[in-house]
T-cell receptor
Framework: RKEVEQDPGPFNVPEGATVAFNCTYSNSASQSFFWYRQDCRKEPKLLMSVYSSGNEDGRFTAQLNRASQYISLLIRDSKLSDSATYLCVVNKGTLTFGKGTMLLVSP | EAQVTQNPRYLITVTGKKLTVTCSQNMNHEYMSWYRQDPGLGLRQIYYSMNVEVTDKGDVPEGYKVSRKEKRNFPLILESPSPNQTSLYFC????????????FGPGTRLTVL
């Protein structure tokens, strides 16, 4: 298994849809987890950290499943402005970034 | 305004001509790092620094050097650039630890001919 693996997409969804991304990681000793968002040709920016109990920030919900070694990101009521690449990031002593999942939200 | 700055933003150079990409942060962050981003490969860490005069290799350090003489600056040095170093480079900083929020600079697009 690759260190951090994501479906590259693209996920094409209409406005208002709910979409979910998964990310799997190989190192069971990984300590912390994050989702970053990257717009085309721009720098990545933190979207949210992922906590063991799951956490929500507005329309975004992140979950962690340590037993199965995956994290997920759920986006409800998608907006056009959500179109971006979503990077899964795992901290195992050093940060490892997934290659990203591209989301395209259409009118 | 809290930010990470990189210069230059765009650079086209030739094989073997030494270059430096500067990175500076104004947030008094301890931790700084350099990444390169390539299509299909994602972001890969080149070097990182936990504090002044403390640097360590990331996943792809070959062909690069760094220094951390001051807390705010973390330049990336390519002593003899080669075409396989053509990439988009990002500098990042975070407060006290790697697990803190990473603040990225705007990126430097480097082409080595």
């Amino acid at each position: 298994r690759k260190e951090v693996e994501q479906d590259p997409g693209p996920f094409n969804v209409p406005e208002g849809a709910t979409v979910a991304f998964n990310c799997t990681y190989s190192n069971s000793a990984s300590q912390s987890f994050f989702w970053y968002r990257q717009d085309c040709r721009k720098e990545p920016k933190l979207l949210m950290s992922v906590y063991s109990s799951g956490n929500e920030d507005g329309r975004f919900t992140a979950q962690l499943n340590r037993a199965s070694q995956y994290i997920s990101l759920l986006i409800r009521d998608s907006k056009l402005s959500d179109s971006a690449t979503y990077l899964c990031v795992v901290n195992k002593g050093t940060l490892t970034f997934g290659k990203g999942t591209m989301l395209l939200v259409s009118p | 305004e809290a930010q990470v700055t990189q210069n230059p933003r765009y650079l086209i150079t030739v094989t073997g001509k030494k270059l430096t990409v500067t990175c500076s942060q104004n947030m008094n962050h301890e931790y700084m790092s350099w990444y390169r981003q390539d299509p299909g490969l994602g972001l890969r860490q080149i070097y990182y620094s936990m504090n002044v005069e403390v640097t360590d290799k990331g996943d792809v350090p070959e062909g690069y050097k760094v220094s951390r003489k001051e807390k705010r600056n973390f330049p990336l040095i390519l002593e003899s650039p080669s075409p396989n170093q053509t990439s988009l480079y990002f500098c990042a900083s975070s407060g006290l630890a790697m697990a803190d929020t990473q603040y990225f600079g705007p990126g430097t697009r480097l082409t080595v001919l």
